[in-house]
């Protein structure tokens, strides 16, 4: 089973998306990290007992990097997105089976502070794949910890992420094959979608997080 590392919450600015994840788990995130060789950077907030949210958006104070930003964040179309509700853009995934590589990009070493880890994005050039179902941000991104991970630094909380759910619509089954044929996934699950118009189509798929706090509440993150 592949292990669910974090999920990635992007916004248009930092400010936003710290506000809002803060009011919808009434809870504080960390402080802020940065990635200058991104041009971004986050906050983060523990989940569950291994698992994080990461809210990241892009950085104006730093400089472009000279490659595209990770997590689709350059794409005008999810900025767009973004500019009218902050949302789940993504997830990252840690595993020690080898032969998924071959769908990912040769990986690039990244640090923060005193964390350093190597991380892989999905490759166009698989058969397997395309600029959309990787646009979308339900295939995952890999990571290989070279240091101690943040998690353990992470204060702790009473937070339990039930599932992390994919919507798809009827057309978009095969994003569900090409998923499993990856493997399991730790705490992803499908979610079949029917009767979609055509103007909301474009919606899909999408991710959700189902999280519960200490009283047994369950927040909805889209």
Not at 45 to 50: E, L
Not at 75 to 82: E, F, G, S
Not at 83 to 98: A, F, M, R, S, W
Not at 122 to 129: A, C, G, K, T, V
Request: hydrophobic fraction near 35%.
């Amino acid at each position: 089973m592949h292990k669910l590392d974090h999920i990635v919450f992007a916004a248009s600015s930092l400010e936003e998306g710290t506000n809002f994840i803060e009011n919808k788990l009434n809870s504080k995130l960390s402080d802020v990290g940065y990635h200058d060789f991104m041009g971004t950077h986050n906050r983060v907030i523990k989940v569950d007992k291994s698992i994080y949210l990461e809210v990241i958006a892009i950085n104006p104070s730093s400089e472009a990097p000279k490659e595209d930003r990770w997590f689709n964040l350059d794409n005008p179309k999810l900025q767009q997105k973004l500019q009218n509700l902050p949302q789940i853009i993504g997830y990252v995934i840690e595993t020690d089976d080898k032969e998924i590589l071959k769908h990912f990009c040769a990986p690039l070493t990244a640090s923060r502070g005193d964390f350093k880890w190597n991380f892989a994005i999905p490759n166009l050039e698989s058969d397997f794949l395309n600029h959309k179902s990787i646009q979308s941000g339900i295939i995952p991104n890999l990571i290989n910890w070279k240091s101690n991970k943040p998690i353990f630094q992470m204060k702790d909380n009473d937070f339990n992420l039930n599932k992390f759910e994919i919507e798809i619509t009827n057309n978009q089954i095969h994003y569900k094959n090409f998923l499993n044929s990856l493997g399991t996934i730790e705490k992803i699950t499908f979610s079949l979608k029917d009767n979609i118009t055509q103007q909301r189509s474009y919606d899909y798929p999408r991710m959700k997080a189902s999280i519960k706090d200490n009283k047994a509440n369950k927040i909805i993150l889209l």
